[in-house]
């Protein structure tokens, strides 16, 4: 037992001795302590902060900053050891970032959607040609629950797709819920030819305001503040109802704006008031559909020339000869 103590307390004392040892100890010890802040500053945001919108980016940087120190802290250990190494690390950092390019622009792309608004955690968007909701943004790559594809309209279809977040410097980043989280839809009702029209525009524009007139107020304020922040024009965002005719049809179209997420919903409740209303009409108000009408073809008087001589025959005395014969 005793020889037993001897040699660790030899071995501790080489380790003592050794700067490289104490140096591995101490890089240890800091790292340590600095994951225990980065982990107490995390939760103590989730105490402090409700909104999972404002916690999540400031945990994200947080951890980018834990990483930085991190860093750091093994550059500051053993920067003595270095010097030696400057021309190699510089020729292998070269051929790392040639070959980890994409990598690299994928964590510049981060940096730019942290820093510069492109989108958030609970964002609809389209990115990288696929359109869903933000779940999460990573250093590499942006998770989205995407919408549409085989399901029809902005629906969830179930599948979760990762896209690379160099997208935000090759291809357009389209938010449907940053600044002005309303969207402009519209709906078409083709009239017959003889229908009150009158009483249709004034029927769909008091379906509309019955439907959607609460996002008036909303959306005209959130509007505003859209014209205050940009070089844009200040757009009506009541509901509306425009008249063309064609060659078939009277048509209506009724346009209005409504919050992203419930777009669908919305299309639904217009089209169920709409059918209401024109079946309480008493055939005032008369949906058009396409028809086809058939032209009748002339009578065709085909003459046959016979053999000199003979009178010339008509198709059907032709026929009539081939028959008796």
Do not use: C
Request: glycine content about 8%; aromatic content about 10%; overall charge neutral.
């Amino acid at each position: 037992m005793v020889e037993l103590m001897h040699r660790l307390e030899s071995i501790l004392h080489g380790w003592l001795n050794d700067p490289t040892a104490v140096k591995v100890v101490f890089l240890i010890l800091g790292l340590i302590i600095l994951i225990i802040i980065v982990r107490f500053t995390q939760r103590t945001l989730e105490r402090r902060i409700n909104s999972i919108e404002r916690v999540y980016p400031l945990k994200k940087l947080t951890a980018g900053i834990g990483y930085v120190l991190a860093f750091l802290l093994v550059i500051s250990v053993f920067r003595d050891r270095l010097g030696g190494l400057t021309l190699a690390f510089g020729v292998a950092g070269a051929g790392v970032a040639f070959a980890l390019q994409t990598v690299i622009t994928s964590i510049a792309g981060w940096v730019a959607i942290m820093m510069g608004n492109f989108y958030r955690i609970g964002d609809r968007v389209l990115l990288g040609g696929v359109k869903g909701d933000v779940i999460d943004i990573g250093v590499f790559r942006t998770i989205l629950m995407e919408l549409g594809e085989w399901v029809n309209a902005d629906a969830y279809n179930g599948r979760i797709v990762s896209v690379s977040n160099s997208f935000v410097f090759t291809e357009p980043v389209y938010n449907y819920s940053g600044d002005f989280p309303y969207l402009w839809d519209e709906l078409v009702i083709p009239l017959k030819y003889g229908s009150d029209w009158k009483h249709a525009r004034r029927m769909l524009g008091k379906i509309a305001e019955e439907v959607v007139g609460d996002y008036v107020p909303i959306a005209r304020e959130s509007w505003e503040n859209m014209v205050k922040n940009y070089r844009i024009e200040d757009a009506s965002v009541e509901p509306r109802v425009f008249m063309v005719a064609n060659d078939n049809w009277i048509e209506l179209t009724l346009r209005y704006v409504v919050e992203y997420k419930w777009r669908r919903t919305i299309r639904d409740r217009l089209f169920e008031r709409i059918l209401e209303e024109i079946d309480a009409s008493g055939g005032k108000v008369a949906l058009a559909s396409s028809t086809f009408h058939l032209v009748e073809t002339p009578v065709f008087d085909v003459r046959l020339h016979s053999a000199a001589g003979e009178a010339p025959l008509t198709m059907k005395n032709e026929m009539e000869r081939d028959s008796m014969t």
